[in-house]
């Protein structure tokens, strides 16, 4: 059965420079020339000026950190949405496509993040949709490890990491010169992601070409011939993958050169609160889903514990099962020494656990006042033989606006309020309620500077006040701004942990892709 | 990572279904819809001894008109839409067949009845333009087109009247070979057949499931979304002119006020028929055959000398109850996943 792995596993050492040397020998034709490709989602500007250029026979790596343009750049390439500016070239001819099925029939094929699999069709009616050939399919569902799947299943009853590879599958049969694929390991067994790099190895001998997005360093080191790098919807540059290429990437990723300041700024190490009683709160061995696989990290009453992480490496799992959101398949959550096991965010908040969600609509009632905003959770302790004490309310209420500087303008509605006020409302709710730990997720996504410093000190003030602070961020300078130690997550699982001072963003960046020192990885 | 982590591969797909529990799995309301008739009937006939080819008869024609309520209900949920002006779409073709075929003759309506069918569609391509092109919800969409059909259906006919010929009725009213076979059964056999099929077994039936079950993921598998939900609304217009017209032959009359019924009941009828509000799942034949229980619901009612208001109360009860076991059963099925 591992036969088929088509030598996979064979020359791990040899196969990068010799590919390399491939990729130059062979026609330097282009396939795809991408130039000043911009778009914006109303007043979010998702790419500035992309720019991509991929050869005949190259596997090419589209990297960047979070939100810098990646899958916006695939989903314009696939004819998903249109560009609003920019040039495309297929084999130096002018493109724009308006579907994925015409990209399709130009031989620009995509595997997407989420498959583009129809749940409630069984897979062969989804390969007739597609009007894929099913033996084709079949062929290459083989090449992948599972020849026996059941085509007359229901796409609804299989599981996700299955819906990739039959995705995968779909994409090979149609034949694409250009084939994308947008994190398609993150989601499978390492033995599995060795067969897909060697069917992409084939795929490059056949003279076609593969765009690779992946945030793991290794992977593209290993198996792609150039990067693409984008930043802040631009792309910053293009490079070689060979060994040892890792600093230029993440220093392009970064956008200025490595160098390793000292750690400015006190250190907040919590030592001595560590040495303190029970943790607030300490994880063992979470696991939930497919993403969280084996998290434990404890946080103590007075210290801010920053969680850095890419996407979809199990964060939100982990806040949802902290918050209790979502009910965890293992391990487990403690509290101040007590095991707990939450069924329902009432039970979370019960033991002093209160979440602030990056998405402000989850959790804020738009068409209510600030008033009612900031009292929701209070009630319970607010209850007079079920009436509510009104000027006690008012009261609590007014003292965390206060504290926060909330703009109560446009108070009647907080829908009418900014975002950095909304959010602001959001905490603010919590201080108005008892709380002994603050759960905070990407708290300053889309808000302004001032607003954010304001969080930022109200977060440190927190700590200082005696409670505990679980900051995850994507702002990767917030991390050693705010946190007194700093843990990365990385498929799942913790791969680095360090005080502040050593989290700068350098760090942060290479432990979220992979790159841990030794020294760390095998602890 | 324990042993037991390791246990459960991520390509673990679960046992093979074969034959008859991989029918019932894929068309569940092709097994109990027939079941939950049987049990109606059998009551039927248990509390009514003399039940005979008349009352088979009766209840064929009082259920045909909702059968095809429910099957252009079910065409749009299916599609992941979702249409509250079916019944005015009935009560303006059930008018225009009872006006225009009063004084014309068996060959002539007919023809009638072929430009209803027309007319229907294009009342179910007006609501699935607005709907496509204006993005605003289809409930709201098809709530105030329901409005206006309303009104046209009286504008064309102030009360209820008008009338068709003897022969045109009869193929409704009629019977075929044996008295138990009522033309009404035949008709709606035949016009499930005859539209049905074809776009069940053709590339549209796949595109209509695709759409409702995944509007981004059959984009992105080369899906015309926009035509697909267009054309849903055209057959449901498609099966409600039919639906009208096969009140004219039950009836003998055009109503003009026909439509709220045949809205919330055709609504009903595809729910307990298995088509899922949110789209994707469910068929034709569950729908219609839920038609049939729900009409015999009051026809019970009175053989028992119960007030046959009770009946909605009844109805209301058996699709929740149905309903729930049928997500009671999923859940039970997942948790042993």
């Known amino acids: 059965m591992f036969g088929g792995t088509n030598g996979a596993s064979g020359s791990r050492g040899s196969r990068v420079p010799f590919s390399h040397l491939a990729a130059e020998m062979t026609s330097t034709e282009i396939l795809l020339a991408a130039s000043n490709v911009a778009k914006r989602f109303n007043s979010v500007v998702a790419l500035k000026a992309a720019a991509l250029e991929v050869r005949a026979g190259e596997v090419h790596a589209l990297m960047g950190a979070n939100g810098a343009g990646k899958s916006t750049l695939v989903k314009i390439l696939t004819g998903v949405f249109p560009a609003d500016g920019g040039e495309i070239a297929i084999r130096g001819r002018e493109r724009r496509f308006r579907s994925p099925a015409q990209a399709r029939q130009a031989g620009v094929v995509s595997v997407y993040q989420d498959p583009a699999l129809v749940p409630d069709l069984t897979v062969a009616q989804n390969l007739r949709l597609a009007r894929v050939n099913a033996k084709a399919v079949r062929a290459w569902l083989a090449d992948l490890g599972i020849p026996e799947l059941d085509l007359g299943a229901f796409v609804r009853d299989l599981p996700y990491p299955v819906l990739r590879l039959i995705d995968l599958a779909r994409a090979l049969a149609s034949d694409p010169t250009i084939l994308l694929i947008d994190e398609i390991t993150a989601a499978l067994p390492a033995d599995l992601s060795e067969r897909i790099f060697g069917i992409v190895r084939r795929w490059r001998e056949r003279g076609r070409s593969v765009i690779f997005i992946s945030h793991r360093m290794a992977e593209v080191s290993a198996l792609c011939d150039r990067a693409t790098v984008l930043r802040d919807g631009l792309t910053v540059g293009v490079t070689d993958t060979a060994r040892g290429s890792e600093e230029r990437i993440v220093e392009l990723m970064l956008g200025y050169e490595v160098a390793h300041t000292a750690a400015a700024g006190d250190a907040r190490i919590a030592a001595e609160a560590a040495d303190r009683a029970a943790p607030a709160l300490e994880v063992r061995g979470l696991r939930c889903g497919r993403l969280l696989n084996d998290v434990s990290f404890a946080v103590h009453a007075g210290e801010v514990l920053g969680i850095a992480a890419l996407e979809g490496q199990g964060q939100e799992e982990l806040f949802d099962c902290i918050a209790g959101v979502r009910e965890r398949d293992g391990g487990e959550i403690i509290v101040r020494g007590r095991p707990q096991d939450f069924r329902h965010p009432a039970d979370a908040i019960g033991a002093g656990l209160v979440l602030v969600p990056a998405n402000r609509q989850q959790a804020m009632l738009p068409q209510r006042s600030i008033r009612e905003n900031v009292a929701l959770p209070a009630y319970r302790g607010l209850r007079h033989w079920g009436l509510i004490d009104m000027s006690a309310e008012r009261e609590r209420v007014q003292e965390a606006i206060r504290r926060l500087h909330i703009d109560t303008r446009a108070e009647s509605a907080l829908q009418r309020l900014s975002g950095g006020n909304q959010q602001k409302v959001m905490i603010a709710r919590w201080l108005a309620s008892e709380f002994k730990t603050l759960l905070c997720f990407d708290p300053t996504r889309g808000i302004d500077i001032g607003t954010k410093r304001q969080i930022y000190a109200l977060l440190r003030e927190l700590a200082a006040a005696g409670a505990a602070v679980l900051l995850f961020s994507s702002e990767l300078p917030e991390i050693p701004l705010v946190c007194d130690r700093a843990i990365v997550l990385f498929a799942g699982r913790v791969v680095h942990e360090m005080a502040a001072a050593d989290a700068d963003e350098v760090t942060l960046l290479r432990a979220s892709h992979g790159l841990v020192p030794q020294r760390e990885a095998s602890a | ?337």
């Not at chain 2, 609501?127 to 259906?153: E, H, K, M």
């Not at chain 2, 009404?184 to 035949?190: E, K, N």
């Open chain 2, 1 to 337: 990572m324990t042993a037991a982590d390791q246990t459960q591969s991520p390509l673990e797909t679960g046992p093979r279904l074969r034959g008859l529990r991989r029918f019932v799995h894929h068309h569940p309301s092709l097994v109990t819809m027939p079941a939950l008739l049987a049990v109606f009937l059998g009551v039927t006939v248990a509390i009514h001894p003399g039940y005979d080819s008349f009352d088979a008869q009766s209840l064929a024609m009082g259920a045909m008109p909702l059968a095809f309520a429910a099957a252009a209900q079910a065409v749009v949920l299916i599609s992941g839409g979702i249409d509250l002006s079916v019944g005015s779409m009935i009560a303006v073709c059930n008018v225009l067949a009872a006006t225009t075929m009063e004084n014309a003759t068996f060959g002539e309506s007919l023809l009638f009845a072929a430009g209803i069918c027309v007319v229907g569609a294009l009342l179910g391509a007006v609501n699935g333009l607005v709907v496509v092109f204006s993005r605003v919800p289809d409930v709201v969409v098809t709530l105030t087109t329901g409005f206006i059909w309303g009104g046209v259906a009286l504008l064309i006919l102030e009360r209820p009247g008008g009338g068709a010929p003897q022969e045109f009725i009869q193929l409704g009213a009629g019977f075929l070979v044996s008295p138990w076979i009522s033309g009404s059964l035949v008709l709606v056999a035949a016009a499930v057949a005859i539209i049905w099929i074809p776009v069940q077994r053709g590339r549209l039936g796949l595109l209509l499931y695709a759409v409702g079950s995944d509007k981004a993921s059959a984009f992105r598998s080369g899906v015309n979304v926009e035509l697909t939900r267009f054309l849903a609304y055209v057959l449901g217009g498609l099966f409600s002119a039919v639906g009208g017209i096969g009140l004219v032959m039950t009836t003998g009359i055009g109503s003009p006020l026909a439509g709220v019924y045949y809205t919330l009941s055709g609504l009903a009828a595809a729910v307990l028929g298995g088509v899922s509000l949110t789209g994707g799942r469910g068929g034709i034949v569950g729908p219609v055959l839920a038609a049939y229980v729900l009409t015999l619901i009051p026809a019970d009612l009175i053989f028992l000398n119960i007030d046959p208001n009770f009946g909605q109360v009844i109805q209301g009860t058996l699709i929740v109850l149905v309903v729930m076991g049928g997500g009671l059963v999923e859940l039970l099925q997942r948790r042993k996943k």
